[in-house]
């Protein structure tokens, strides 16, 4: 299993992005996904998260300016990032909780990581 983030880049503030997280290779169910950050210096905090039946919730710092949501046919989860701010600037990753139900065992996997850049 694969995470591809992509979608980050240098924006005003003011601004908006859309991240997209693609997941790919031997998929048999994803459960909960996750959008997190990590600034310099600072520790990797969650943004947001979405449950498998699309169930969301972002935190407060975020909260009516960043909506999480997933396509599970595509197997692909998005972020969209409005009236961005200086303090948004991080690394953006997400993470997956994937079962494989070959083994009955999940496991959490993790993107490269995207740049958001926000410039005031």
């Known amino acids: 299993v694969q995470l591809q983030a992509s979608g980050g880049g240098l924006v005003q503030a003011g601004g908006s992005l859309r991240l997209t997280c693609v997941v790919s290779g031997s998929i048999f169910s994803i459960n909960a996904m996750g959008w997190y950050r990590q600034a310099p210096g600072n520790q990797r905090e969650l943004v947001a998260g979405v449950t498998r039946s699309g169930s969301a919730n972002v935190a407060d710092s975020v909260k009516g300016r960043f909506t999480v949501s997933r396509d599970n046919a595509k197997n692909t989860m998005y972020l969209d990032m409005n009236d961005l701010k200086p303090e948004d600037t991080a690394v953006y990753y997400c993470?997956?909780?994937?079962?494989?139900?070959?083994?009955?065992?999940?496991?959490?996997?993790w993107g490269q990581g995207t740049q958001v850049t926000v410039s005031s």
């Open positions: 993470r997956a909780n994937h079962w494989d139900g070959s083994s009955g065992q999940s496991a959490d996997y």
